[in-house]
């Protein structure tokens, strides 16, 4: 299997994440054909580790959890979609935060003045940890759930939902 489309995803994020703090690779940036041949080498994976062979020939173990992270990525590429990586000790700006939570930054301001997500100052201008506000998102994520189950559940109970 030739490795020259998995180097040119790796090559493509490498030069992206220079330039950010976040690496992002846009819908049709890599060829379809590229993905076809990256995601046939992940599927023989299985998600196991596997071994890359780079442009001078050396052998490089891929661990399980990257060819998973791999794998993800080409599906979400193949379906037009972009993908953003970011380490989770980034930090944001308020307009970031506001737009991984799918909030208005007013309404995040109100959070962070509440105390519902940790922030530190640069000056006048506050920064989030891309992990708070990761971790805030599972919160309203999981109290979303458990609200959804007990509406559910009490529409059962009154013979509204079969």
Do not use: C, W
């Not at 596997?50 to 060819?67: F, K, N, Q, S």
């Not at 506000?133 to 013979?159: F, N, S």
């Amino acid at each position: 299997m030739s490795s020259n489309g998995v180097l040119h995803l790796f090559h493509l994020a490498r030069t992206l994440g220079s330039m950010t703090n976040a690496v992002e690779i846009r819908p049709g940036s890599v060829e379809a054909r590229e993905l076809a041949v990256i995601e046939g080498a992940l599927a023989r994976a299985g998600g196991a580790a596997t071994r890359l062979v780079d442009a001078e020939g050396d052998t490089v173990e891929i661990p399980a959890e990257l060819v998973g992270a791999l794998h993800a990525i080409v599906r979400h590429l193949k379906a037009g979609h972009g993908v953003s990586v970011a380490s989770l000790q980034a930090e944001l700006t308020t307009v970031e935060a506001a737009e991984l939570l799918n909030v208005s930054r007013p309404h995040l301001i109100k959070l962070v003045e509440g105390g519902a997500l940790p922030f530190r100052m640069v000056g006048t201008h506050r920064r989030l940890r891309l992990v708070d506000v990761l971790a805030y998102r599972d919160g309203q994520d999981a109290a979303a759930r458990e609200a959804l189950a007990e509406l559910t559940r009490q529409a059962e109970d009154l013979g509204l939902y079969d």
